[in-house]
């Protein structure tokens, strides 16, 4: 994989959740697509498995660095772990699946970002229930609706992925992702 290639890509990807994401928002509900599950799944399809569980692992670490938590004392608190480990999980999940997927299809991008979105919220959602059950940190945060608005972003996520994957699919073999149709060249020794 070509790393500067993904390095832009997830920064495209990383711009969109942090500037689109809002404006995608449904009304006054949380219930927003992320842009960088897709990407995650992008890589996870096509990338060798070590290289994508750690583009997954660095995508889930970017996520952590632009979430934060609201406090009850009107502040905000960061934590570095939950979508780290959700996308890990997320990416594991697509290396399991993508065997038996037709990959050229943008309905499979859409399947696969829509479950990998709910493994990585629901990793998010447990670990912040029980760092609030462990640590009596002043969190506002409450696990059942937390995690019913965030099931709801994950099917806004397949939604969105299903669009996004022939963008996606395009650039995926200039980050040096083998794709049906693209051939590696090889030379003889």
């Given at each position: 994989?070509?790393?500067l ?15 689109l ?17 897709p ?8 990338a ?16 952590d ?39 050229k299809?943008?309905?499979?991008m ?12 629901v990793?998010v ?16 945060w409450s696990?059942?609706?937390q ?5 709801s ?8 992925a299903?669009l ?14 083998q ?8 030379r003889?020794?």
């Amino acid at each position: 994989m070509r790393w500067l290639m993904f390095a832009l890509v997830a920064w495209v990807a990383l711009g969109l959740e942090t500037g689109l994401k809002p404006a995608l928002q449904l009304g006054p509900t949380p219930i927003a697509p992320s842009f960088l599950v897709p990407v995650a799944v992008l890589v996870a399809m096509f990338a060798p498995s070590a290289v994508a569980l750690w583009s997954c692992l660095i995508l889930g670490v970017l996520a952590d660095l632009t979430w934060s938590i609201p406090r009850t004392d009107s502040g905000l608190a960061t934590l570095i772990g939950p979508y780290a480990l959700g996308y890990l999980l997320a990416g594991q999940l697509v290396l399991t699946l993508r065997g038996v997927m037709v990959k050229k299809n943008p309905l499979t991008m859409g399947f696969l970002a829509g479950a990998a979105a709910v493994v990585v919220n629901v990793v998010v959602v447990a670990i912040i229930t029980l760092h609030t059950a462990l640590y009596d940190e002043p969190i506002l945060w409450s696990p059942t609706r937390q995690l019913l608005a965030r099931l709801s972003a994950a099917l806004y996520t397949g939604a969105i992925a299903t669009l996004l994957a022939p963008f996606l699919l395009a650039v995926a073999p200039f980050m040096g992702l083998q794709t049906p149709g693209t051939r590696r060249a090889f030379r003889r020794t």
